[in-house]
């Protein structure tokens, strides 16, 4: 059983900072990727980061500057800074893991259960 479980959401003003944290727990020997979805009220699932085991980084438009994503690989936790945040950034925000392999053939994806990152103007 694979478990990703968020924490660090919550409410904020604009302009401020706040910190998420995946943690990937359970049968695992290795995640290929790491990374960040969100969903506003009334939209769709948006891609925000992902980080592979390399270190290489990708970021949304909307994001770049903004946010960094980062890994500890021993930990298989992934976290998402997030500063000068807008009205617009708030939304649930989801922890992906994908490629993740429990044996050396077994690959699969996990979702984690998202936290609400609420920015107030």
């Known amino acids: 059983q694979v478990e990703l479980v968020e924490t660090g959401g919550g409410l904020v003003q604009a302009g401020g900072s706040l910190r998420l944290s995946c943690a990937a727990s359970?049968?695992?020997?290795?995640?290929?990727?790491m990374g960040w979805f969100r969903q506003a009220p009334g939209k769709g699932r948006e891609f925000v980061a992902a980080i592979e085991s390399d270190g290489n980084t990708n970021y949304a438009d909307s994001v770049k500057g903004r946010f960094t994503i980062s890994r500890d690989n021993a930990k298989n936790v992934v976290y998402l800074q997030m500063n000068s945040l807008t009205p617009e950034d708030t939304a649930v925000y989801y922890c992906?893991?994908?490629?993740?392999?429990?044996?050396?053939?077994?690959?699969?994806?996990?979702w984690g259960q998202g936290t609400q990152v609420t920015v107030s103007s």
């Open positions: 359970g049968r695992i020997l290795s995640i290929s990727v």
């Open positions: 992906n893991a994908a490629g993740v392999y429990t044996t050396p053939t077994n690959r699969k994806d996990y």
